[in-house]
């Protein structure tokens, strides 16, 4: 059977010319020009967390209100460390503090929280310098945990500032973190680019205990927010302390008081919230399902009124009766009103006025509503015991 003849395509002569040229330079080609495209290839994304002057965390320039768990992960196996990864972030949750057993096993861990969209605080009890020159390009990285605990006399500030200093020359594009939760914590704000104050106060679910939120809040963000770029979070408690240390008496905070207790911490500066703890050796917040559920409650408000709290303008509210505390936060001639009742056994009433403001309505957020409104510059509350007011005041036109 005879066989088509092929056709040959005709090569313009300048094409064979450049093909030739090609070919005897491929060594040259191949050797040393191609190498410089095949590394930006194989670099992963670039991320860079920084922090604006108003203690903001910048993702890649966007705005960023990190609200999430500790995972206390030294007794989880890399199995179950994935899994409760994926219960956080199907709550809605959008970082995880976490702790590195070993190197291979968070690299998988970094890679699947990248998949669900949850930022990373690692903490380890490697070298911390390769630690993070291992994992500083992985895009879930949020920052890195110098210290926790850091205010219980283990630690010298200048031990912890020399760590920060190694730390962001390691790795110039992501913040350091320190927590603690003493007065003795504001020693060491100059020692990090984020400061975790914790707040761990109920036990007997008192006014005493409610209330001291505030107090433990502003003792830190004097010390945080005065300096350039400081960024304060809270640390609140999700945990009971009869579980958490034998011989400890106290149950873990109820649904009223950890709405109270989180909105505490934004009236007092906090631009992030990390709740202790989703997991450790005794606690499992999922065992505690009305806790659990209100958590994820707060975290959708929260989120939902993250706006305000990145952008806005705020003014603190100070009231004759000290068991209120409230604030108002200002965007685009909207406003948003908080007002917390820290008393566990009484009704407490608020005022609220100001000439700064003229009001054209009032929509409650997340309560039933009990304002009044007065007069066009004066409004009134009435809050029950640990109770949190969440108002948005629209501006009539002056």
């Known amino acids: 059977m005879t066989r088509p003849k092929m056709i040959q395509p005709v090569v313009p002569p300048i094409v064979r010319k ?80 976490a702790s590195a057993k070993d190197w291979e096993s968070y690299a998988r861990f970094l890679r699947q929280a990248n998949a669900l969209g949850v930022s990373v605080i690692s903490e380890h009890h490697f070298d911390p310098v390769a630690f993070v020159q291992r994992f500083k390009n992985e895009p879930a990285i949020l920052a890195w945990n110098l210290a926790d605990d850091v205010d219980n006399g283990r630690w010298t500030p200048a031990q912890v500032l020399s760590l920060h200093r190694q730390i962001r020359a390691a790795d110039p594009n992501h913040p350091t973190y320190i927590s603690g939760y003493s007065k003795g914590l504001s020693q060491f704000a100059q020692c990090a680019n984020i400061v975790g104050r914790q707040s761990y106060p109920i036990r007997r679910h008192t006014t005493a205990e409610l209330s001291s939120v505030s107090i433990d ?18 640390n609140l408690q999700a945990f009971a302390w009869s579980t958490a240390k034998p011989g400890q ?23 992030g919230i990390l709740y202790y703890t989703y997991y450790d050796d005794t606690w499992y917040l999922p065992d505690h399902p009305k806790l659990w559920q209100e958590i994820k409650t707060l975290n959708q408000q929260v989120k939902s009124l993250a706006p305000w709290f990145l952008e806005g303008s705020y003014r603190f509210l100070s009231f ?32 609220v006025q100001g000439s700064w403001i003229q009001i054209k309505s009032i929509q409650p957020l997340y309560q039933t509503p009990v304002a009044q409104q007065l007069s066009g510059v004066k409004l009134r509350l009435s809050l029950p015991p640990k109770a949190v007011q969440i108002y948005e005041i629209n501006e009539a036109l002056r």
């Open 320 to 351: 004759p009766r000290t068991n209120l505390k409230g604030g108002i936060w200002t965007l685009n001639q909207r406003h948003l009103l908080v007002v917390v009742n820290t008393s566990t056994q009484q009704s407490e009433p608020a005022f």
């Open 217 to 234: 809040m502003a003792e830190t963000a004097k010390a945080v927010l005065g300096r350039p770029q400081g960024v304060l979070f809270a």
């Open 249 to 271: 008496q106290g149950s873990a905070p109820d649904g009223s008081e950890m709405r109270n207790m989180t909105y505490q911490t934004l009236l007092g500066g906090a631009k």
């Open 18 to 97: 450049i093909a030739a040229v090609l070919m005897f330079g491929s060594g040259l080609w191949l050797g040393l020009p191609l190498f410089p495209l095949l590394n930006c290839a194989a670099s992963p994304p670039f991320h860079k967390v920084s922090i604006r002057s108003d203690g903001v965390l910048l993702k890649n320039r966007r705005s960023f209100f990190p609200l999430g768990l500790y995972h206390v992960s030294w007794d989880a196996s890399p199995a179950t460390q994935r899994q409760h990864l994926r219960e956080i972030a199907a709550a809605g949750f959008n970082v995880v503090h």
